[in-house]
Nanobody, 114 residues
Framework: QVQLVESGGGLVQAGGSLRLSCTGP????????MAWYRQRQGKQRELVAG???????NYADFVKGRFTISKNNAENTMYLQLNSLKDEDTGVYYC????????WGQGTQVTVSS
């Protein structure tokens, strides 16, 4: 069973920043294309950003230019830097494989206040 653990969420004012972290087995970050997702209240879970094993990244249009995904294989960690946060970024953020193929963790809550 692959266990991924998210952290780093919190309450931030609009325009502020947060950095989310995702830890898990080293082999996952080395060999699996990974992604960050979020679920806003009353909405379905959606893909936010992805990073493949080679480090190539992709982003949902609604976060382009504001969020940055990265990973450090040596530290078994993937990151999501959230800048210029908006009210609509509020939600629970999850990490998983890019197909959502692992069990979902508890996520980390991001709350943006205006």
């Amino acid at each position: 069973q692959v266990q991924l653990v998210e952290s780093g969420g919190g309450l931030v004012q609009a325009g502020g920043s947060l950095r989310l972290s995702c830890t898990g087995p080293r082999i996952v970050f080395r060999l699996v294309d990974m992604a960050w997702y979020r679920q806003r209240q009353g909405k379905q879970r959606e893909l936010v950003a992805g990073i493949n094993v080679g480090g190539t990244t992709n982003y949902a249009d609604f976060v382009k230019g504001r969020f940055t995904i990265s990973k450090n294989n040596a530290e078994n960690t993937m990151y999501l830097q959230l800048n210029s946060l908006k009210d609509e970024d509020t939600g629970v953020y999850y990490c998983n494989g890019n197909r959502g193929q692992y069990n979902w963790g508890q996520g980390t809550q991001v709350t943006v206040s205006s």
